[in-house]
């Protein structure tokens, strides 16, 4: 009789599958399926797997995870029970043919031979090796796909530098097929920012079918829409606010009302942009993104999200930047205490994706001048005005500039030090003028914060040695001072070019340094794979 894969059971190996990142890896010993749960006491020829791959050359990659599976269950089959293909083979198969709801564009290798096993799965009721081994071959390629994504080195080669989770996935499949109560549990095998964006491609997954956005056409004669003004791009730019659910009713009015205010107030919170009530040609420029680009640049970020362990939540304290949206967000038990614009590296100078424990905290600092800078900026600055030194408080030391602590410096009035290879730090700034800028891209690397008082004062907010008093003492007076932390703190700096933030609300930001093509190029190469 034919087997019915249904939804609940769907449900069930996806909840049981992503569990396999949350248990600590054991060591592996002999395996072999209860008997109660109608598996069939049947070992193959070990050098059958071998064959196998020899037959399946694409499906290679994943021999090594396949040959450990059957050592763990000393060469049973594991996808066969009494009556043919057990379910959980064929929930695998729906989850494999679904990839694109999880972001994935991949052909999937011999689908035709899957096919026909699975369209056909009445007439599969005898352990078949190929079969067998083709379905362990299908759930590390369904694993790696989904939970793991793109190898590590490729990763490092787009200048990711944080570290990538490590995980198994051999010896967890018996969860799959042995503990069906696992449903009822909650852990999550990949970060909570991955299902968020999940949610949300599968909406503008269902609107490009409906047709997407249109094309909203702007008058070049007119330079800003504000309330009250009449025009037909107002009527296409509700609908645009409407689709995206940034309000919940189209009038279809070409009068910029206080709905239509209310609508562009939740995309400029959306879209990073400064909050105010009018729309810009380059507002419109951005609603005019062709949906199947922003559905890439989603999946480009839920492939990001694959790549960072969701131990990271478990951190008591957390330092998150997000260059893209130029924002520094400092987390205790895992809610945001303290968000702060910021501003990175310019395109030249490309601020690290990185993570390192924050450890001293430099009140008043000195900046001792980087080498490059001294030589392409401060000495040829000095050949045209002997005295840029003295007007920027810098003296020589040693064989370096540095220059002196206080409100001039350019490093402001404190400094936050995380020691790397990268050198690079969070830092207050004089120049406070470009955080109220929507492109933030201006410094050598480091990162400017526009809240350094306040960061100091959350960071501190529990040792008993310091208070927002002494803090603002220790800026705003004295010489340079240093102090260690504590407790180290955490910080990561990361690249998402959209993100969904606690709100639910969906955001996009502007590729800075230009790394998502070079990713999505890498995600869907394959894509013709047969």
Known sequence: MKKIFTPLLLVSFMLLIVLISCKKKVESQPTILPTSLNTIDVAFDSTQVQT????????KTYQSDVEKLYRKHQFHYIWFDKDGLNEFSGLLYNKVNNLSSEGIETAIPYKDKLDAIYDNAE?????DIETELLSSSLYFFYASKVYDGIDSQKSKELGWFLPRKKQSYVHYLDSLLVNPSLINKKEKGLIKQYYLLRDELQKYQKLEKKGGFETIVLDPKIKSLKPGDSATAIAQIRKYLFLTEAISTD???????????????NFKKSSGNAANNVILPYHIKYMNVPIAKRIKTIMVNMERCRWISSDITKSKELIVV???????????????????????????????????????????PYWNVPASILKNEVLPAIEKNPNYLA???????????????????SLGLVKFLFPNSNAIYLHDTPSKSLFNRDVRAFSHGCIRVAKPRELAVAIMKNDPKWNAEKINAKMDSGDEYWYTLKDKIPVYIGYFTSWVNNDGVLQ????VYKRDDALAALLFENKELK
């Open 123 to 127: 007439n599969h009721q005898k352990a």
């Open 391 to 409: 007007q920027h408080n810098m003296e020589w030391k040693d064989d370096f500039v540095r220059q002196r602590p206080g409100e001039t410096n």
């Open 322 to 364: 997000n260059i893209p949206a130029y924002e520094l967000t400092f987390f205790r038990d895992g809610k945001p205490e303290l968000r702060s614009k910021v501003v990175v590296g310019k395109a030249m100078h490309k601020t690290v994706i990185f993570s390192a424990p924050m450890k001293h905290i430099v009140f008043r």
């Open 251 to 265: 009038s279809k009015s070409n009068v910029y009302d206080s709905e239509l205010e209310t609508g562009i107030l």
């Open 508 to 511: 996009f930001y502007d590729d």
């Open 52 to 59: 196998f791959f020899t037959k399946y050359p694409k499906l």
